[in-house]
């Protein structure tokens, strides 16, 4: 019998001063993993925050924090174990997370809570009509230290109890695909404030909101991917992560409490270019496989970007979005190639059906700016209408099965017939989009063929 990982497998539990919203196998490969690897990572530990109760805590918890990376390459796997978690809390450990924030040595709070964990309405601010908004105001407004369920309301307290403590600025640090992520942070937690009072607006003033684009594959282990960290380590981790070797961090924002010194993390002012070249390029081609490929009977990645139809509709996506992207253009061409060999890896088995999740939140961030200048240009937009045909087609039950927690009012609309169905999706999408004829009509042309493809 192989013995259970434990925290004397790894180095030494660090002090916390840093906090995680959003524990997840993601944030355990990339910021987690770059703080392992800091030469100053004995100052720095995490206290850890599932994003809801899960069992991944109580597994974590049995091994001191301790996990292992199984870094996969096309040539062969690398183990490693990381100690970068100090502590390991469920959601609703909300005592535990009011208690860090008025510790006078936090200084970062990363967050990753996916797209739809910020709990965005239409106009890109918080859904004051969200009922986990609306539960946490009220909570907040009877008692700050009230136990929240939102990712704003968890921010929010956490600030309130480090104001009410007279403790000084943190970085708040978002590594979600949204573009301008640490600003959507600050919007959101800005909005809940404002509607909790002129006191709350005043304790968010002080803190420091970074931006950040944040790319490694992570796919769900698999019970194979369990069985081979077992043989390779000797010890029965419970909680493994599995990914690619590739990573990259690219960060914008100040730092007023200090942080580790993470090494290959690219800081510049403005993280806009890499942050669309990611998004469009490399998430917007996962989510046009993720709907169309899936409809063609592939299910993961690997599998699908083998397939010449759908490697020619990713080309010709890519084509269109490079256009509007402003790396110059050698280093895009470098960038496709590679993500090609990314997403061919074969040891990567990465669920389209994974990635399909949500798609409400993320074809607008990672289809729509192509789609719309590539209108705007008088050109056709083919490449960007088909991911929005092929979702239109998910939506109404083909390939991937459809889990989106914001998605219900497209649900509703794509059950219309033919042309209808299309324009009232656009709509929702965009309203200019809605009101181009020509848009509607390819998109609905994309559908038929995708249905014949
Ligand atoms: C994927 C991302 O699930 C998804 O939507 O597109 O999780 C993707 O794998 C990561 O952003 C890669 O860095």
New binding site residues.
């Given amino acids: 019998m192989t013995t259970r990982l434990s925290r004397a497998d790894t180095r030494p539990i660090a002090p916390v001063r840093m906090l995680h919203l959003g524990l997840g196998n993601?944030h355990r490969a990339h910021q987690a993993w770059f703080t392992e690897h800091a030469p100053d990572a004995a100052e720095w530990g995490y206290a850890e925050f599932a994003g809801r109760d899960s069992a991944l805590v109580d597994e974590l918890n049995e091994q001191g924090g301790a996990y292992t990376l199984l870094v996969r390459g096309a040539d062969g796997d690398q183990p490693e174990v990381i100690g970068a978690i100090s502590a390991v809390h469920q959601a609703t450990d909300h005592e535990a997370w009011l208690n860090y924030w008025v510790e006078p040595e936090l200084a970062v709070i990363t967050i990753t809570v996916t797209e739809a964990g910020y709990c965005r309405g239409e106009d890109g601010g918080l859904d004051l009509a969200d009922p986990g908004v609306l539960a946490d105001l009220e909570a907040l407004r009877a008692d700050p230290r009230a136990l929240v369920g939102t990712a704003p309301g968890r921010l929010l307290a956490g600030i309130l109890a480090r104001a009410e403590a007279g403790q000084g600025a943190v970085a708040v640090f978002s590594c979600d695909?949204l573009p301008e992520n640490g600003l959507v942070a600050q919007r959101v937690v800005g909005d809940l404030a404002a509607a909790l009072g002129p006191e709350a607006v005043a304790a968010v003033t002080p803190h420091s909101w970074v931006t950040s684009m944040?790319?490694?594959?992570?796919?769900r282990a698999t019970d194979e991917e369990l069985a081979a960290v077992a043989e390779l380590t000797q010890r029965d981790d419970r909680a493994p992560v599995v990914t690619e070797p590739f990573v990259e961090w690219v960060v914008a924002g100040d730092f007023p409490a200090g942080r580790p010194d993470w090494q290959g993390v690219t800081f510049v002012d403005d993280v806009e270019p890499f942050e669309q070249r990611?998004l469009w390029l490399?998430?917007g081609s996962?989510?046009l496989m993720?709907y169309a490929a899936s409809a063609r009977g592939h299910e993961a990645v690997s599998d699908a970007i083998g397939d010449p139809v759908v490697r020619g509709w990713v080309e010709e996506w890519w084509d269109e979005a490079v256009r509007h992207l402003s790396l110059p253009a050698d280093h895009l061409e470098t960038y496709r190639a590679a993500l090609v060999a990314r997403f061919a890896n074969p040891n990567i088995r990465?669920l389209l059906a994974?990635?399909a999740?949500d798609g409400s939140q993320?074809v607008p961030v990672r289809i729509l700016p192509t789609l719309k200048a590539e209108r705007a240009a008088g050109r056709s937009g083919r490449g960007a209408a088909r991911v929005v045909a092929a979702w239109i087609r998910h939506l109404r039950g083909a390939g991937a099965p459809v889990t989106d927690a914001a998605g219900d009012r497209f649900v509703t609309v794509v059950q219309m017939e033919g042309a209808e169905g299309v324009r009232r999706v656009l709509e929702l999408l965009d309203p200019e989009l809605g009101a181009d004829d020509g848009v509607v009509e390819l998109v609905e042309s994309l559908v038929a063929e995708l249905a014949g493809a």
């Fill in positions: 993601f695909n944040v790319d490694r594959i992570t796919p990611k490399l998430n996962h989510s993720a990465h994974q990635i999740a993320k």
